[in-house]
Each structure stands twice: as structure tokens, then as C-alpha cells.
């Protein structure tokens, strides 16, 4: 066993954090254009039109990975009131419930400052609001 470990040595289960300095200035490159974007002044009703198509665009794609069909015109609907059909309702409860946990989010880190490591109680916390009021298959997991 040890032989294996010795002639593959990316297997070694170690971190190893070496970082060459072509990383190191990719890294550098990525956080100086976060910092030009997020330094860049925006009038507030192009932000506010911006945050909600990133919202939207983020629930639909979440929520298609787990097959929702919900399109991001019926998304977009649904956000300004209309209702679905009793047949696809827990369709929109998916996407409801991924909208609250990402304006969750966004309360949190962007609004309030808020800082939270990743640990397994946050996890459970996002996960029972995601899955809140899906049903028996959802409560399976």
C-alpha cells in the first residue's frame, strides 16, 4: 500500500497549499478587478434591477439541478403575485423557499454586515428553510 502512495503522490489524502506564482497573480488579478466592480458607481435603480435578475436567475438555476421546470419568465411572474396552478404549486414553493434563503443571504453579508462561518448548524439552518413546507420528499433526506 505504501508503494502506491510513494508512485502517486497526488493521492497523499494531505493538504499541500503550494501556490506557484503564476496562482498568486491570478489571485491577485481576481481580487483587483472584485475590487474595480465593486468600487464602481451604480445608479440605484440599475443595482436594484441587477440584484433581482441575479436573484432570479440564481433561484431558477437552483432549483432546475433538482428538475424544476420553472421557466425565468414564470419566476418573474410569480415575484410580481401571480399564481400557479394547483397541479405545479410545489414548484413554486421550491423556488420561493430559494428565494427567501438567497434574500437571506444578501440580508445578512451585503445589508448587515454580518460574517458567519460555514459550519454544519448554518447548513441545517438554510437547509430546513429551502425544504420548508415541500412535503414528504423533501423530509426524507
Same mark, same amino acid.
Not at 394547483?86 to 443571504?105: D, G, M
Given at each position: *500500500? %505504501?508503494?502506491?502512495?510513494?508512485? #502517486?503522490?497526488?493521492?497523499?489524502?494531505?493538504? #499541500?497549499? =503550494?501556490?506557484?506564482? %503564476?496562482?498568486?497573480?491570478?489571485?491577485?488579478?481576481?481580487?483587483?478587478? @472584485?475590487?474595480?466592480?465593486?468600487?464602481?458607481?451604480?445608479?440605484?435603480?440599475? #443595482?436594484?434591477?441587477?440584484?433581482? !435578475?441575479?436573484?432570479?436567475?440564481?433561484?431558477?438555476?437552483?432549483?432546475?439541478?433538482?428538475? /424544476?421546470?420553472?421557466?425565468?419568465? $414564470? @419566476?418573474?411572474?410569480?415575484?410580481?403575485?401571480?399564481?400557479?396552478?394547483?397541479? #405545479? %404549486?410545489? +414548484?413554486?414553493? %421550491?423556488?420561493?423557499?430559494?428565494?427567501?434563503?438567497?434574500?437571506?443571504?444578501? /440580508?445578512?453579508?451585503?445589508? /448587515?454586515?454580518? &460574517?458567519? +462561518? &460555514?459550519?454544519?448548524?448554518?447548513?441545517?439552518?438554510?437547509?430546513? *428553510? !429551502?425544504? $420548508? =413546507?415541500?412535503?414528504?420528499?423533501?423530509?426524507?433526506?
Amino acid at each position: *500500500m %505504501e508503494d502506491i502512495f510513494n508512485s #502517486r503522490k497526488h493521492i497523499c489524502f494531505q493538504k #499541500r497549499w =503550494d501556490l506557484k506564482p %503564476e496562482i498568486h497573480f491570478l489571485l491577485g488579478q481576481c481580487h483587483a478587478i @472584485i475590487k474595480a466592480i465593486s468600487d464602481t458607481p451604480i445608479r440605484p435603480d440599475y #443595482r436594484e434591477k441587477l440584484l433581482g !435578475v441575479a436573484l432570479i436567475r440564481g433561484a431558477q438555476a437552483t432549483t432546475a439541478i433538482e428538475g /424544476n421546470t420553472l421557466t425565468i419568465e $414564470e @419566476i418573474q411572474d410569480l415575484q410580481r403575485g401571480k399564481k400557479l396552478p394547483p397541479s #405545479r %404549486e410545489y +414548484l413554486q414553493k %421550491e423556488v420561493e423557499n430559494i428565494l427567501s434563503a438567497l434574500n437571506t443571504i444578501l /440580508n445578512d453579508i451585503i445589508i /448587515n454586515d454580518k &460574517i458567519s +462561518l &460555514i459550519k454544519p448548524d448554518l447548513i441545517r439552518y438554510f437547509h430546513r *428553510m !429551502v425544504g $420548508e =413546507d415541500i412535503g414528504d420528499a423533501f423530509d426524507a433526506i
